[in-house]
Protein backbone atom coordinates (compact mmCIF):
# COMPACT_ATOMS: atom_id res chain seq x y z
CA UNK A 1 0.00 0.00 0.00
CA UNK A 2 1.20 3.34 -1.25
CA UNK A 3 -0.48 6.98 -0.13
CA UNK A 4 0.89 10.24 -2.32
CA UNK A 5 0.81 12.90 -0.08
CA UNK A 6 -0.92 16.26 -0.84
CA UNK A 7 -1.49 20.01 0.97
CA UNK A 8 -5.12 19.72 1.08
CA UNK A 9 -6.38 19.28 4.24
CA UNK A 10 -10.05 18.83 3.84
CA UNK A 11 -10.28 16.70 0.64
CA UNK A 12 -10.32 12.90 1.93
CA UNK A 13 -7.52 10.63 0.18
CA UNK A 14 -8.97 8.40 -3.05
CA UNK A 15 -8.28 4.70 -2.48
CA UNK A 16 -7.38 3.13 -5.66
CA UNK A 17 -7.37 -0.66 -5.25
CA UNK A 18 -5.81 -2.06 -8.04
CA UNK A 19 -6.78 -5.94 -9.05
CA UNK A 20 -5.66 -8.34 -11.63
CA UNK A 21 -4.02 -11.68 -13.19
CA UNK A 22 -0.57 -12.46 -11.95
CA UNK A 23 2.08 -10.80 -13.37
CA UNK A 24 -0.33 -7.86 -14.94
CA UNK A 25 -0.36 -5.49 -12.71
CA UNK A 26 2.92 -5.20 -10.14
CA UNK A 27 5.05 -2.97 -12.97
CA UNK A 28 1.91 -0.63 -12.91
CA UNK A 29 1.56 0.17 -9.72
CA UNK A 30 5.25 0.75 -9.17
CA UNK A 31 5.30 2.95 -11.84
CA UNK A 32 1.98 4.97 -10.39
CA UNK A 33 4.33 5.08 -7.46
CA UNK A 34 7.16 6.93 -9.07
CA UNK A 35 4.52 8.95 -11.29
CA UNK A 36 3.23 10.35 -8.00
CA UNK A 37 7.08 10.82 -7.10
CA UNK A 38 7.59 12.92 -10.41
CA UNK A 39 4.96 15.50 -9.96
CA UNK A 40 6.14 18.60 -8.84
CA UNK A 41 5.50 20.07 -5.00
CA UNK A 42 2.60 21.95 -4.00
CA UNK A 43 3.55 25.13 -2.09
CA UNK A 44 3.83 24.21 1.64
CA UNK A 45 0.68 24.66 3.91
CA UNK A 46 0.76 25.05 7.66
CA UNK A 47 -0.59 21.37 8.84
CA UNK A 48 0.83 17.56 8.86
CA UNK A 49 4.23 17.19 6.86
CA UNK A 50 4.02 16.01 3.63
CA UNK A 51 5.53 12.71 1.97
CA UNK A 52 6.32 11.26 -0.96
CA UNK A 53 4.58 8.11 -2.17
CA UNK A 54 6.66 4.85 -0.82
CA UNK A 55 7.02 2.11 -2.96
CA UNK A 56 4.25 -0.20 -2.46
CA UNK A 57 4.63 -3.60 -0.57
CA UNK A 58 8.30 -2.67 0.19
CA UNK A 59 8.64 -0.08 3.44
CA UNK A 60 10.90 2.29 1.58
CA UNK A 61 8.92 5.19 2.98
CA UNK A 62 6.41 6.63 5.24
CA UNK A 63 3.39 5.56 3.31
CA UNK A 64 3.92 1.98 2.90
CA UNK A 65 2.53 -1.16 4.50
CA UNK A 66 3.49 -4.82 3.66
CA UNK A 67 1.55 -7.63 4.36
CA UNK A 68 4.58 -10.02 4.71
CA UNK A 69 5.40 -8.19 7.33
CA UNK A 70 2.10 -9.39 8.95
CA UNK A 71 1.21 -12.62 8.20
CA UNK A 72 3.94 -15.08 7.55
CA UNK A 73 3.19 -17.34 4.72
CA UNK A 74 5.04 -20.40 5.34
CA UNK A 75 4.55 -20.26 8.44
CA UNK A 76 0.51 -20.66 7.85
CA UNK A 77 1.55 -23.06 5.32
CA UNK A 78 3.71 -25.25 7.76
CA UNK A 79 0.80 -24.80 11.09
CA UNK A 80 -2.08 -25.47 8.85
CA UNK A 81 -0.82 -28.28 6.48
CA UNK A 82 -1.52 -26.30 3.34
CA UNK A 83 -1.29 -25.70 -0.17
CA UNK A 84 0.67 -22.60 -1.70
CA UNK A 85 -2.91 -21.44 -2.96
CA UNK A 86 -4.80 -22.07 0.31
CA UNK A 87 -1.43 -20.48 2.36
CA UNK A 88 -2.22 -17.44 0.05
CA UNK A 89 -5.86 -17.45 0.65
CA UNK A 90 -5.56 -18.21 4.47
CA UNK A 91 -3.15 -15.55 5.12
CA UNK A 92 -5.00 -13.29 3.37
CA UNK A 93 -7.99 -14.01 5.77
CA UNK A 94 -5.76 -13.57 8.74
CA UNK A 95 -5.20 -10.19 7.15
CA UNK A 96 -8.22 -9.26 6.99
CA UNK A 97 -9.15 -9.83 10.43
CA UNK A 98 -6.48 -7.16 11.46
CA UNK A 99 -7.33 -4.54 8.89
CA UNK A 100 -8.89 -2.07 11.41
CA UNK A 101 -5.30 -1.47 12.37
CA UNK A 102 -4.67 -0.02 8.28
CA UNK A 103 -7.87 1.96 8.55
CA UNK A 104 -6.67 3.20 11.35
CA UNK A 105 -3.29 4.02 9.82
CA UNK A 106 -4.99 5.75 6.88
CA UNK A 107 -7.41 7.60 9.49
CA UNK A 108 -4.42 9.26 10.60
CA UNK A 109 -2.91 10.25 7.39
CA UNK A 110 -6.12 11.39 5.83
CA UNK A 111 -5.19 15.03 6.40
CA UNK A 112 -2.39 14.46 4.69
CA UNK A 113 -2.66 11.68 1.84
CA UNK A 114 -4.33 12.23 -1.54
CA UNK A 115 -4.25 8.50 -2.51
CA UNK A 116 -4.20 5.29 -1.36
CA UNK A 117 -2.70 2.34 -3.56
CA UNK A 118 -3.63 -1.17 -2.77
CA UNK A 119 -1.27 -3.62 -4.68
CA UNK A 120 -3.35 -6.80 -5.30
CA UNK A 121 -2.71 -8.17 -8.85
CA UNK A 122 -1.80 -11.60 -8.85
CA UNK A 123 -4.78 -12.33 -5.83
CA UNK A 124 -7.57 -11.93 -7.91
CA UNK A 125 -9.26 -14.69 -6.52
CA UNK A 126 -9.63 -13.15 -3.25
CA UNK A 127 -11.80 -10.36 -4.52
CA UNK A 128 -14.14 -13.21 -5.98
CA UNK A 129 -14.51 -15.84 -4.17
CA UNK A 130 -13.39 -15.04 -0.90
CA UNK A 131 -14.85 -13.34 2.13
CA UNK A 132 -11.36 -11.02 2.58
CA UNK A 133 -11.78 -9.06 -0.50
CA UNK A 134 -15.67 -8.44 0.97
CA UNK A 135 -14.32 -7.33 3.87
CA UNK A 136 -11.48 -5.25 2.59
CA UNK A 137 -13.48 -3.49 -0.19
CA UNK A 138 -16.44 -2.35 2.37
CA UNK A 139 -14.39 -1.06 4.96
CA UNK A 140 -12.41 1.44 2.56
CA UNK A 141 -15.19 2.49 0.44
CA UNK A 142 -17.68 3.42 3.74
CA UNK A 143 -15.13 5.57 4.61
CA UNK A 144 -12.90 6.74 1.49
CA UNK A 145 -13.93 7.51 -1.88
CA UNK A 146 -13.12 4.09 -3.15
CA UNK A 147 -12.18 2.99 -7.02
CA UNK A 148 -11.53 -0.69 -8.38
CA UNK A 149 -8.88 -0.82 -11.06
CA UNK A 150 -8.80 -3.86 -12.95
CA UNK A 151 -5.23 -4.22 -14.88
CA UNK A 152 -4.88 -6.12 -18.09
CA UNK A 153 -2.15 -7.89 -19.73
CA UNK A 154 -3.08 -6.40 -23.57
CA UNK A 155 -0.35 -8.82 -25.12
CA UNK A 156 -2.35 -12.00 -23.61
CA UNK A 157 -5.56 -10.56 -24.43
CA UNK A 158 -5.22 -10.54 -28.68
CA UNK A 159 -7.13 -14.11 -28.41
CA UNK A 160 -11.44 -12.86 -28.58
CA UNK A 161 -11.61 -15.71 -26.04
CA UNK A 162 -8.87 -14.71 -23.72
CA UNK A 163 -10.22 -11.27 -24.06
CA UNK A 164 -13.97 -12.36 -23.27
CA UNK A 165 -12.26 -13.97 -20.02
CA UNK A 166 -10.85 -11.30 -19.07
CA UNK A 167 -14.07 -8.97 -19.70
CA UNK A 168 -16.20 -11.67 -17.40
CA UNK A 169 -13.54 -11.26 -14.51
CA UNK A 170 -13.92 -7.84 -14.44
CA UNK A 171 -17.68 -8.08 -14.99
CA UNK A 172 -18.05 -10.03 -11.72
CA UNK A 173 -15.79 -7.60 -9.80
CA UNK A 174 -17.71 -4.80 -10.27
CA UNK A 175 -20.65 -6.53 -9.36
CA UNK A 176 -19.35 -7.66 -6.52
CA UNK A 177 -17.59 -4.90 -5.21
CA UNK A 178 -20.29 -2.28 -6.42
CA UNK A 179 -17.54 0.74 -6.75
CA UNK A 180 -16.85 2.82 -9.53
CA UNK A 181 -14.15 0.93 -12.07
CA UNK A 182 -11.50 1.27 -14.22
CA UNK A 183 -9.79 -1.31 -16.62
CA UNK A 184 -6.39 -0.14 -17.27
CA UNK A 185 -4.78 -2.25 -20.33
CA UNK A 186 -0.93 -2.35 -19.69
CA UNK A 187 1.59 -3.23 -21.94
CA UNK A 188 1.01 -1.21 -24.55
CA UNK A 189 4.69 -0.84 -25.19
CA UNK A 190 4.28 -4.06 -27.00
CA UNK A 191 0.61 -3.43 -28.51
CA UNK A 192 -1.61 -1.10 -28.62
CA UNK A 193 -4.84 -1.32 -26.90
CA UNK A 194 -7.13 0.12 -29.76
CA UNK A 195 -7.89 -3.80 -30.63
CA UNK A 196 -9.78 -3.97 -27.80
CA UNK A 197 -11.26 -1.21 -27.31
CA UNK A 198 -12.88 -1.71 -30.98
CA UNK A 199 -14.11 -5.02 -30.19
CA UNK A 200 -15.51 -3.30 -27.02
CA UNK A 201 -17.57 -0.85 -28.89
CA UNK A 202 -18.37 -2.58 -32.37
CA UNK A 203 -19.68 -5.82 -31.95
CA UNK A 204 -19.69 -7.19 -35.58
CA UNK A 205 -15.53 -6.65 -35.25
CA UNK A 206 -15.20 -8.98 -32.33
CA UNK A 207 -18.01 -11.46 -34.45
CA UNK A 208 -15.17 -11.31 -37.31
CA UNK A 209 -12.57 -12.45 -34.86
CA UNK A 210 -14.37 -14.94 -32.99
CA UNK A 211 -15.08 -17.04 -36.70
CA UNK A 212 -11.44 -17.75 -36.90
CA UNK A 213 -11.94 -19.67 -34.26
CA UNK A 214 -12.89 -23.16 -34.56
CA UNK A 215 -12.98 -24.20 -31.17
CA UNK A 216 -16.77 -24.89 -28.94
CA UNK A 217 -15.67 -21.98 -26.84
CA UNK A 218 -16.24 -19.83 -29.59
CA UNK A 219 -19.74 -20.27 -29.15
CA UNK A 220 -20.27 -19.58 -25.58
CA UNK A 221 -17.87 -16.38 -25.99
CA UNK A 222 -20.07 -15.54 -28.90
CA UNK A 223 -23.27 -15.19 -26.54
CA UNK A 224 -21.43 -13.97 -23.76
CA UNK A 225 -20.23 -11.03 -25.95
CA UNK A 226 -24.02 -10.08 -26.61
CA UNK A 227 -24.90 -9.97 -22.53
CA UNK A 228 -21.84 -7.59 -21.66
CA UNK A 229 -22.81 -4.97 -24.41
CA UNK A 230 -24.45 -3.15 -21.76
CA UNK A 231 -21.26 -3.71 -19.27
CA UNK A 232 -18.95 -2.15 -21.94
CA UNK A 233 -20.71 0.77 -22.65
CA UNK A 234 -20.19 2.32 -19.21
CA UNK A 235 -16.62 0.87 -18.70
CA UNK A 236 -14.14 3.50 -18.34
CA UNK A 237 -10.62 1.92 -20.29
CA UNK A 238 -7.24 3.55 -20.31
CA UNK A 239 -4.50 2.15 -22.00
CA UNK A 240 -1.11 2.34 -19.96
CA UNK A 241 2.20 1.34 -20.49
CA UNK A 242 4.15 0.66 -17.07
CA UNK A 243 7.71 0.70 -18.67
CA UNK A 244 7.50 3.52 -20.71
CA UNK A 245 4.84 5.94 -18.38
CA UNK A 246 2.64 6.25 -21.26
CA UNK A 247 -1.30 6.76 -20.59
CA UNK A 248 -0.95 7.45 -16.95
CA UNK A 249 -2.19 11.97 -17.75
CA UNK A 250 -5.34 9.79 -19.03
CA UNK A 251 -5.89 7.19 -16.22
CA UNK A 252 -5.72 10.03 -13.87
CA UNK A 253 -8.13 11.89 -15.52
CA UNK A 254 -10.67 8.64 -15.60
CA UNK A 255 -9.72 8.17 -11.87
CA UNK A 256 -10.87 11.43 -11.14
CA UNK A 257 -14.12 10.86 -13.27
CA UNK A 258 -14.96 7.65 -11.04
CA UNK A 259 -14.35 9.58 -7.72
CA UNK A 260 -16.97 12.07 -8.77
CA UNK A 261 -18.91 9.13 -9.73
CA UNK A 262 -18.77 7.57 -6.15
CA UNK A 263 -19.70 10.79 -4.66
CA UNK A 264 -22.81 10.89 -6.78
CA UNK A 265 -23.96 7.25 -6.91
CA UNK A 266 -22.10 5.01 -4.45
CA UNK A 267 -21.77 7.40 -1.27
CA UNK A 268 -25.69 7.66 -1.19
CA UNK A 269 -25.69 4.37 -1.07
CA UNK A 270 -23.81 3.13 1.29
CA UNK A 271 -24.99 5.88 3.59
CA UNK A 272 -28.25 4.33 3.13
CA UNK A 273 -27.29 0.71 4.12
CA UNK A 274 -25.91 2.33 7.09
CA UNK A 275 -28.99 4.14 8.19
CA UNK A 276 -30.94 0.75 7.33
CA UNK A 277 -28.51 -1.14 8.97
CA UNK A 278 -28.75 1.72 12.20
CA UNK A 279 -32.52 1.41 12.15
CA UNK A 280 -32.47 -2.14 12.04
CA UNK A 281 -30.58 -2.44 15.30
CA UNK A 282 -32.41 0.02 17.38
CA UNK A 283 -35.54 -1.75 16.05
CA UNK A 284 -34.10 -4.91 17.56
CA UNK A 285 -32.98 -3.13 20.96
CA UNK A 286 -36.62 -1.97 21.45
CA UNK A 287 -38.08 -5.29 20.43
CA UNK A 288 -35.71 -6.69 23.65
CA UNK A 289 -36.60 -4.12 25.89
CA UNK A 290 -40.55 -4.64 24.91
CA UNK A 291 -39.76 -8.14 25.63
CA UNK A 292 -38.20 -7.60 28.99
CA UNK A 293 -40.93 -5.32 30.20
CA UNK A 294 -43.15 -7.87 29.10
CA UNK A 295 -41.47 -10.50 31.66
CA UNK A 296 -40.70 -7.95 34.27
CA UNK A 297 -44.47 -7.55 34.08
CA UNK A 298 -45.65 -10.83 34.22
CA UNK A 299 -43.41 -11.25 37.90
CA UNK A 300 -44.69 -8.27 39.06
CA UNK A 301 -48.43 -9.28 38.37
CA UNK A 302 -47.58 -13.27 39.93
CA UNK A 303 -45.45 -11.64 43.08
CA UNK A 304 -48.28 -9.24 43.74
CA UNK A 305 -50.90 -12.27 43.43
CA UNK A 306 -48.99 -14.51 46.07
CA UNK A 307 -48.60 -11.37 48.46
CA UNK A 308 -52.08 -10.22 47.95
CA UNK A 309 -51.30 -6.41 48.00
CA UNK A 310 -53.08 -4.14 46.27
CA UNK A 311 -50.46 -1.48 46.24
CA UNK A 312 -47.62 -3.23 44.37
CA UNK A 313 -50.53 -4.53 41.76
CA UNK A 314 -50.14 -0.90 40.47
CA UNK A 315 -46.49 -1.21 40.43
CA UNK A 316 -44.52 -0.99 37.40
CA UNK A 317 -41.18 -2.75 36.50
CA UNK A 318 -39.49 0.63 36.68
CA UNK A 319 -40.90 1.59 40.49
CA UNK A 320 -40.14 -1.83 41.61
CA UNK A 321 -36.24 -1.38 40.09
CA UNK A 322 -36.43 2.12 41.55
CA UNK A 323 -37.44 0.71 45.11
CA UNK A 324 -35.22 -2.05 45.25
CA UNK A 325 -32.15 -1.26 47.80
CA UNK A 326 -34.39 1.65 48.98
CA UNK A 327 -35.76 1.07 52.26
CA UNK A 328 -37.74 2.74 54.84
CA UNK A 329 -37.24 3.85 58.11
CA UNK A 330 -38.80 1.28 59.87
CA UNK A 331 -37.07 -1.28 57.43
CA UNK A 332 -34.12 -0.22 58.38
CA UNK A 333 -34.60 -0.15 62.00
CA UNK A 334 -35.91 -3.83 61.71
CA UNK A 335 -33.16 -5.47 60.25
CA UNK A 336 -30.41 -3.52 62.44
CA UNK A 337 -32.61 -4.66 65.64
CA UNK A 338 -32.27 -8.23 64.25
CA UNK A 339 -28.52 -7.95 63.86
CA UNK A 340 -28.75 -6.91 67.33
CA UNK A 341 -30.84 -9.75 68.65
CA UNK A 342 -28.80 -11.93 66.27
CA UNK A 343 -25.75 -10.78 68.09
CA UNK A 344 -27.11 -10.96 71.51
CA UNK A 345 -27.96 -14.33 71.44
CA UNK A 346 -24.75 -15.65 70.36
CA UNK A 347 -23.11 -14.03 73.14
CA UNK A 348 -25.80 -15.15 75.51
CA UNK A 349 -25.12 -18.69 74.23
CA UNK A 350 -21.16 -18.22 75.26
CA UNK A 351 -21.38 -16.85 78.44
CA UNK A 352 -22.61 -19.61 79.95
CA UNK A 353 -20.01 -21.91 79.17
CA UNK A 354 -17.40 -19.37 79.54
CA UNK A 355 -17.97 -19.24 83.43
CA UNK A 356 -18.05 -22.88 83.91
CA UNK A 357 -14.54 -23.23 82.43
CA UNK A 358 -13.39 -19.96 84.94
CA UNK A 359 -15.34 -21.89 87.83
CA UNK A 360 -13.30 -25.69 87.19
CA UNK A 361 -10.13 -23.72 86.29
CA UNK A 362 -10.14 -22.39 89.51
CA UNK A 363 -11.14 -25.29 91.35
CA UNK A 364 -8.64 -26.96 90.15
CA UNK A 365 -5.87 -24.33 91.17
CA UNK A 366 -7.01 -24.86 94.20
CA UNK A 367 -6.73 -28.40 94.85
CA UNK A 368 -3.42 -28.10 93.35
CA UNK A 369 -2.67 -25.27 96.05
CA UNK A 370 -3.46 -27.29 99.14
CA UNK A 371 -2.45 -31.19 97.97
CA UNK A 372 -3.41 -31.92 102.05
CA UNK A 373 -7.08 -32.17 102.13
Not at 136 to 142: G, H, K, P, R, V
Not at 156 to 166: D, E, K, V, Y
Not at 228 to 237: C, G, N, R, T
Amino acid sequence: MAAAESGLAAVPPVCVLVLGMAGSGTTFVQRLAAHLHALPAEPRQPGPRRHRAARPGRGGGPGAADIRDTVKYKEVMKQYGLGPNGGIVTSLNLFATRFDQVMKFIEKRKNASKYVIIDTPGQIEVFTWSASGTIITEALASSFPSVVVYVMDTSRSTNPITFMSNMLYACSILYKTKLPFIVVMNKTDIIDHSFAVEWMQDFETFQDALNQETSYVSNLTRSMSLVLDEFYSSLKVVGVSAVLGTGLDDFFVQLSKAVDEYEREYRPEYERLRKTLEEAQNKQKREQLEHLWKDMGSVCVQGSTLAGSDDATAMGPSELILTRGTLGEEEERESDTDDIDHEVTEESHEEPAFRNFMQETRMKYQRRSNPNE
